[in-house]
T-cell receptor, first 109, second 114 residues
Framework: QQQVKQSPQSLIVQKGGISIINCAYENTAFDYFPWYQQFPGKGPALLIAIRPDVSEKKEGRFTISFNKSAKQFSLHIMDSQPGDSATYFCAALYGKLTFGQGTILTVHP | ETGVTQTPRHLVMGMTNKKSLKCEQHLGHNAMYWYKQSAKKPLELMFVYSLEERVENNSVPSRFSPECPNSSHLFLHLHTLQPEDSALYLC?????????????FGPGTRLTVL
């Protein structure tokens, strides 16, 4: 019940396209949903986060969509750039952070 | 950088060696964490310290021994490790206590056990 399932494992997008990464959870006690971005040789860094009382949050090209009834949330990267190539982790917080398995995003020029 | 530093960045050790990983945070945070990151697996929380007290130990084998001498420093002492312990070990810190407590990660130590 503490799992967060993330898909896809890897994603290839052309420059300018939309990248979409999905996560699903079971534990309805989770009350905070951050996304982390990790570049090679670096630790994960907080990218954007949402609380379950909001259905969407947008920061620049990054948007989180949250569907509380379906227990799903997703990250959308608009106008994807080669510099967005990284591993993305969703996470859910209830006392402690539970991470998804990660998605390796490659954006081709 | 995030204000969390880790040393060494890379470590190769034999199964009979004893080594330590060091983490230091310069953010004035009260909570520190050790995570294990293996390929194609979610980040695994190992230990949590809050105000220098260990508050969580996620069934980690005793060959991993954490130490938190003060709120800025965190160590992970390693002894008689197994090859399957090879992974990226990440340290993180947070202010502690808030329900939206953001964790700031260090760059990690890439550990290889021969």
């Amino acid at each position: 019940q503490q799992q967060v399932k993330q898909s896809p494992q890897s994603l290839i997008v052309q420059k300018g396209g939309i990248s979409i990464i999905n996560c699903a959870y079971e534990n309805t006690a989770f009350d905070y949903f951050p996304w982390y971005q990790q570049f090679p040789g670096k630790g994960p860094a907080l990218l954007i986060a949402i609380r379950p009382d909001v259905s969407e949050k947008k920061e620049g090209r990054f948007t989180i969509s949250f569907n509380k009834s379906a227990k799903q949330f997703s990250l959308h990267i608009m106008d994807s750039q080669p510099g967005d190539s990284a591993t993305y982790f969703c996470a859910a917080l209830y006392g402690k952070l539970t991470f998804g398995q990660g998605t390796i995003l490659t954006v081709h020029p | 950088e995030t204000g969390v530093t880790q040393t060494p960045r890379h470590l190769v050790m034999g199964m009979t060696n004893k080594k330590s990983l060091k983490c230091e945070q310069h953010l004035g945070h009260n909570a520190m964490y050790w995570y294990k990151q293996s390929a194609k697996k979610p980040l695994e929380l190992m230990f949590v310290y809050s105000l220098e007290e260990r508050v969580e130990n996620n069934s980690v084998p005793s060959r991993f021994s954490p130490e938190c001498p003060n709120s800025s420093h965190l160590f992970l002492h390693l002894h008689t490790l197994q090859p399957e312990d090879s992974a990226l070990y990440l340290c993180a810190s947070s202010r502690g206590g808030a329900d939206t407590d953001t964790q700031y990660f260090g760059p990690g130590t890439r550990l290889t056990v021969l």
